[in-house]
C-alpha cells in the first residue's frame, strides 16, 4: 500500500469512511487472511496478506 492508495474494501467490506475502515481493522485477528481492493491512479489493485500482529487503533486524535 503507497501514500495516495484509496481503500476501497477489506474483505469484502465496502469502505467509504474512516469509520468504515476503523471498522474492518478492528474485526481482523491475527493469523487471519486479509484481502484489500484498492485504487491507484487509474489502477484498482487486489492485495492479499496475513495479519501477524494486531495493535490498538488510537481514535482519540480523530475527526470522523
Do not use: C, H, P
Not at 477489506?10 to 469509520?19: E, G, L, P
Amino acid at each position: 500500500v503507497q501514500r495516495g492508495d484509496i481503500l476501497l474494501s477489506v474483505n469484502d467490506a465496502k469502505v467509504d469512511t474512516v469509520a468504515d475502515y476503523l471498522k474492518a481493522a478492528r474485526q481482523l485477528k491475527k493469523g487471519q487472511i486479509v484481502r484489500l481492493f484498492l485504487r491507484r491512479d487509474e489502477a484498482t489493485l487486489y492485495l492479499a496478506f496475513t495479519v501477524i500482529a494486531i495493535y490498538k487503533i488510537a481514535t482519540s486524535n480523530l475527526v470522523l
